[in-house]
């Protein structure tokens, strides 16, 4: 028996025109997508509404949502130090830059620092970067804060200006480190919340602080929330999506009170991009408040910050987002993803970079 195909009736070199045009709406169907695809319409989820709690302190991060690994990509070169007129930030979380029980080599240590090895995998990565301006998460007390700017000092990175805070956690802070002057400081506004009849506070705080940089003033808005490790006190999705709730607010309060204010949120969100969490973040799309998120990818094109050895799970939980009146200075092509050699020894999160133009 004979079986008929639409083409058999084809001259063959009809065929194989019809066959090299397919072929090629095939390849411009499965490109990567561009930059602009992050900076995408969405709705913002409803979040719980809103006030002290008691402390609690958290071991590691535990992702439970991975992230697709990006096949390789041709490496580009290492970025330079900041050129006169621009911007470069970091922001890390350097995984308990503090005292704790730890378990190391096989042994269990009680109150002890942050490893050697991996305090000088953290200064040869920002050391190397050179950052002007540094937020960080994870920090213990002050005295653990002032060794590491002691430390990249003596590495040759100098930024002599520093904001501490933290919330009701005791044990991990922020900190924000620059080599600019810092114009001023502020509290946010409210930091409580009520959750199934428990009132509850944002465990890390809020950092904010104004840089003066090159004639311009930048807010910096640091946050950690809440991990998705399980605790007694409440949901932790709840928790997080509820401390959210409050950093949005505070972003709405700057930006409706001042337009134009350049405003950098960064830190660890400990949630990815589709969350209700990150988009609430965000905020409505489109409106003067939107905060477009960097779409920030390493050299060999992946987009992972976060990795859970344990259950060896991949997440993009650092994020940059910028306010509509600094978006024009990122530079878009050169912000990214620090896959630096030492990166695992240094931290379970890589760190992101933002250069302004």
């Known amino acids: 028996m004979t079986l008929h195909s639409p083409f058999s009736k084809v001259a063959p070199v009809n065929l194989g025109a019809l066959l090299l045009a397919a072929a090629a709406l095939l390849i411009s169907g499965c490109g990567k997508r561009s930059t602009a ?40 070169p290492a970025p330079e130090a900041s050129a006169t007129g ?56 002050k005295e653990d804060i002032l060794d590491l700017q002691a430390r990249l000092k003596a590495a040759g990175l100098d930024l002599p ?25 502020r509290t946010i506004a409210k930091s409580d919340y009520t959750l199934d009849g428990k009132t509850l506070s944002i465990q890390r705080g809020v950092l904010d602080a104004t840089v003066t940089a090159n004639g311009s003033d930048y807010r910096f808005i640091g946050v950690h929330l809440k991990s998705k490790r399980e605790v007694e006190t409440g949901d932790q999705a709840a928790m997080r999506l509820n401390e959210a709730h409050l950093l949005r607010d505070h972003i709405d309060a700057i930006l409706t009170s001042e337009p134009a204010t350049k405003l950098v949120a960064y830190g660890d969100f400990n949630d990815t991009r589709a969350s209700p969490a990150i ?16 779409p920030l990818k390493d050299r060999n094109g992946e ?50 970079m933002m250069l302004l133009k």
């Open 86 to 141: 621009s911007l470069r930030f970091i922001g890390y979380n350097v995984e308990n830059w503090l005292t704790m029980d730890r378990y190391e080599n096989g042994k269990n240590l009680k109150g002890a620092n942050k490893p050697e090895e991996q305090k000088a995998a953290v200064i040869a990565i920002l050391s190397r970067l050179k950052p002007d301006v540094l937020g960080l998460c994870e920090i213990g007390q």
């Open 37 to 76: 695809d992050w900076d995408t319409p969405g709705e913002t989820a409803p979040a719980p509404v809103v006030p002290v709690s008691t402390s609690i302190v958290e071991k590691k991060s535990a992702s439970n949502a991975s992230q697709v690994v990006a096949p390789a990509a041709k490496k580009a």
């Open 161 to 185: 200006n520093l904001h501490y805070i933290g919330g009701v956690d005791p044990t991990r802070h922020l900190a924000l480190l620059t080599r600019f002057p810092i114009k001023f400081t």
């Open 303 to 352: 987009q992972w910050t976060h990795f859970w050895d344990r259950e060896d799970v991949y997440s993009r939980f650092d994020w940059i987002l910028v306010s509509q009146p600094l978006k024009s200075e990122v530079n878009f092509e050169a912000s990214r993803i620090l896959d630096e050699p030492e990166w695992d020894k240094a931290s379970d999160h890589r760190a992101v």
């Open 279 to 294: 988009k609430l973040i965000q905020g409505t799309y489109n409106h003067p408040n939107y905060l477009t998120p960097l």
